[in-house]
């Protein structure tokens, strides 16, 4: 099968995926509350890695393509893809993306979510809150006849309209037993544009929004991205799955309906 082949998942693997995606979710709920001035990314990637291992999962990014470490940690300036580190300590006024893949039984939950480290200043809330809602406009677009455009289209439209830029070089992705498969999902497009959804695709929506410039680049180590212009960047991801009717949030901790 080529790699552009969009995969539509079982019943019995979307169930797999449920459970991968929730445990992901829970996760990320378990280290929010070590968002706090003075701690270190690496403290939180090692409890990451500690408590997945306890929930009879394991981490994805992992060696994956070379990765160090357990987690991604982007802070500030970072877009993604950011390499937790005992030396980088959190402080007042800070933003840290945690993004957050456990493989359960071979399929992957894949979510990530920005938090404030203490009190965040105007600019900061604004471009978190910004992207929070960017993420669910994206949700909202999935049904089955759409296109994959319209998610992007909808979440361009309201970034650029709230005067921030919508980061390129890092799109949303198809998710399963594999990490990072067809289709890419553009956080940018065309409304009518692109591949049309279909029940049982799952793919993760993960815009990555940021306050000045779109442009990234990519710093020595090869993983960790950041704004040219060094001014904030924040991201929110979701994996979900196009159903009959609609969409599913799959990285929702359980009894939660919103995020
Ligand atoms: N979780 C990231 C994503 O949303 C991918 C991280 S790949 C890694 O796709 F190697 F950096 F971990
Ligand atoms: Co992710
Ligand atoms: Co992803």
């Given at each position: 099968?080529?790699?552009?082949?969009?995969?539509?998942?079982?019943?019995?693997?979307?169930?797999?995926?449920?459970?991968?995606?929730?445990?992901?979710?829970?996760?990320?709920?378990?280290?929010?509350?070590?968002?706090?001035?003075?701690?270190?990314?690496?403290?939180?990637n090692d409890e990451a890695e500690r408590w997945t291992?306890?929930?009879?999962?394991?981490?994805?990014?992992?060696?994956?393509?070379?990765?160090?470490?357990?987690?991604?940690?982007?802070?500030?300036?970072?877009?993604?893809?950011?390499?937790?580190?005992?030396?980088?300590?959190?402080?007042?006024?800070?933003?840290?993306?945690?993004?957050?893949?456990?493989?359960?039984?071979?399929?992957?939950?894949?979510?990530?979510?920005?938090?404030?480290?203490?009190?965040?200043?105007?600019?900061?809330?604004?471009?978190?809150?910004?992207?929070?809602?960017?993420?669910?406009?994206?949700i909202a677009e999935v049904k089955p006849e759409a296109?994959?455009?319209?998610?992007?289209?909808?979440?361009?439209?309201?970034?650029?309209?709230?005067?921030?830029?919508?980061?390129?070089?890092?799109?949303?992705?198809?998710?399963?037993?594999?990490?990072?498969?067809?289709?890419?999902?553009?956080?940018?497009?065309?409304?009518?544009?692109?591949?049309?959804?279909?029940?049982?695709?799952?793919?993760?929506?993960?815009?990555?929004?940021?306050?000045?410039?779109?442009?990234?680049?990519?710093?020595?180590?090869?993983?960790?991205?950041?704004?040219?212009?060094?001014?904030?960047?924040?991201?929110?991801?979701?994996?979900?799955?196009?159903?009959?009717?609609?969409?599913?949030?799959?990285?929702?901790?359980?009894?939660?309906?919103?995020?």
């Amino acid at each position: 099968m080529g790699s552009d082949t969009i995969v539509l998942l079982s019943n019995r693997e979307l169930e797999k995926m449920r459970q991968a995606g929730r445990l992901a979710a829970e996760l990320l709920r378990h280290l929010e509350p070590m968002v706090k001035p003075g701690v270190s990314t690496l403290q939180l990637n090692d409890e990451a890695e500690r408590w997945t291992q306890a929930h009879g999962a394991r981490s994805a990014p992992l060696g994956y393509n070379g990765f160090p470490k357990s987690i991604c940690t982007s802070v500030n300036e970072v877009i993604c893809h950011g390499i937790p580190n005992a030396k980088q300590i959190l402080k007042e006024g800070d933003i840290i993306n945690i993004d957050v893949t456990p493989i359960l039984d071979g399929y992957h939950g894949d979510t990530s979510k920005t938090f404030f480290v203490g009190t965040p200043s105007p600019i900061a809330k604004r471009l978190v809150e910004t992207t929070r809602e960017c993420l669910k406009r994206g949700i909202a677009e999935v049904k089955p006849e759409a296109r994959i455009g319209d998610i992007g289209a909808a979440i361009q439209e309201y970034a650029e309209s709230q005067g921030f830029s919508v980061v390129r070089d890092f799109v949303g992705h198809g998710v399963s037993n594999i990490f990072h498969t067809a289709p890419q999902v553009p956080h940018y497009g065309t409304r009518g544009k692109g591949k049309r959804l279909r029940p049982g695709m799952v793919f993760t929506i993960e815009p990555m929004i940021n306050e000045g410039t779109w442009e990234a680049e990519v710093q020595s180590d090869k993983w960790t991205a950041l704004t040219r212009d060094r001014k904030l960047s924040a991201q929110f991801e979701h994996t979900v799955a196009v159903t009959k009717d609609g969409v599913e949030i799959l990285t929702l901790c359980e009894g939660e309906t919103d995020y």
